[in-house]
């Protein structure tokens, strides 16, 4: 299994990036896949998760009405559309599958917001 994030960068306040986790080395359109956050001094924390179909979307409270998580099956990538970034979504984005009982992660992309 392999998990690579791309996309990350420095935004302003308010801005907005797309971030891309390619997919490989498992049958990627049978699993629901997540995306995670960590910020410095915290806990890897849950933003958005997607159903393997893309039918069911799940987001973290503080991601609601701002981030869309969405799929394409055909190219095996999990994306989460961020907007009216914030200072607090500052932190390292991992996408994740858990796949017989074992969670896969990639190396994260740094995203930063600031002024």
């Known amino acids: 299994v392999q998990l690579v994030e791309s996309g990350g960068g420095l935004v302003q306040p308010g801005g907005s990036l797309r971030l891309s986790c390619a997919a490989s080395g498992f049958t990627f359109s049978n699993y629901y896949m997540r995306w995670y956050r960590q910020a410095p001094g915290k806990e890897r924390e849950l933003v958005a998760g997607?159903?393997?179909?893309?039918?069911?979307?799940s987001y973290a409270d503080s991601a609601k009405g701002r981030f869309t998580i969405s799929r394409d099956n055909a190219k095996n990538t999990v994306y989460l559309q961020m907007n009216s970034l914030k200072p607090e979504d500052t932190g390292v984005y991992y996408c994740?599958?858990?796949?017989?009982?074992?969670?896969?992660w990639g190396q994260g992309t740094q995203v930063t917001v600031s002024s």
């Open positions: 997607i159903s393997n179909a893309g039918g069911s979307k």
């Open positions: 994740n599958v858990m796949r017989v009982s074992i969670r896969y």
